[in-house]
């Protein structure tokens, strides 16, 4: 069984542009979530996934975006990058019991 | 709007002792909660839940105990291992909706 695996680790980019970050469920989970984690914060949620389709939001713009494909694998979009974007991304799959298992996320920086 | 907080930043225990952290939440409507552990340069790893139909869970080393009245939990770790030593976090899920909202965490030192 493979756990939560996130894709790329790290990354750089400038302000203005977009980046995609990449999830793998958990083998037999069908619901991912996104969470932007600040240097000494919490996760905050982003948005979940259940089947393909959005399945609740938190406080981030649409400029937040997302989808989860037939393997349930995920991906979060971010479009028009700003200096406060830069943060840990973490992905979390949850399947019929309602815990969450991460992944070791993905830092990015925005310059 | 932190709804879900950890007052203490840190905390340090002798190895064998006791290590209790706290957790407050504001929002009525949580009703299942959980303890997560982050070493450096991982994701957070599920430790231990409670349902609000209880006031205590264990698992092992692990205790988490929950007061509704106080809005409050707490986690128990005994005795204290130096492998421990981590960054802890809460989590609440409201029953009417599948968002985990997190506090700010608790550095854990474990002192051998």
């Known amino acids: 069984e493979t756990g939560v695996t996130q894709s790329p680790t790290h990354l750089i ?3 203005g ?7 793998s469920s958990q083998s037999g989970h069908n619901t991912v979530s996104w969470y932007q984690q600040a240097l000494g914060q919490g ?13 609740g939001r938190g406080n981030f713009p649409p400029r937040f975006s997302g989808l989860q494909f037939p393997n349930y694998s995920s991906e979060l979009n971010v479009n028009a990058l700003e200096l406060d974007d830069s943060a840990l991304y973490l ?16 830092r990015l920086s925005v310059l | ?20 952290l706290n957790c407050d939440y504001t929002n009525s409507m949580f009703d299942y909660f959980l303890w997560y552990k982050k070493y450096p340069a991982e994701g957070p790893t599920f ?9 205590k869970n264990e698992d092992g080393r692990f205790t988490v105990f929950l007061n509704k009245s106080a809005k409050h939990l707490s986690l128990h770790i005994v005795p204290s291992q130096p492998g421990d030593s981590a960054v802890y976090f809460c989590a609440a899920n409201p029953n009417t909706g599948n968002q985990f909202y997190f506090g700010t965490g608790t550095s854990l030192t474990v002192i051998p």
Not at chain 1, 17 to 23: A, D, F, H, N, P
Not at chain 2, 47 to 55: G, P
Request: glycine residues 6%.
């Open chain 1, 43 to 55: 996760p905050q949620f982003i948005f979940q996934y259940y089947r393909e389709e959005e399945n």
């Open chain 2, 1 to 20: 709007d932190q709804q879900v907080k950890q007052n203490s930043p840190s905390l340090s225990v002798q190895e064998g002792r006791i290590s209790i």
């Open chain 1, 13 to 15: 980019k400038t302000r």
């Open chain 1, 17 to 23: 542009q977009q980046v995609t970050l990449r999830c």
């Open chain 2, 47 to 55: 430790l231990i839940s409670i349902s609000s139909i209880k006031d």
């Open chain 1, 91 to 106: 992905c979390a799959s949850s399947g019929w019991a309602n815990i969450q298992y991460f992944g070791a996320g993905t």
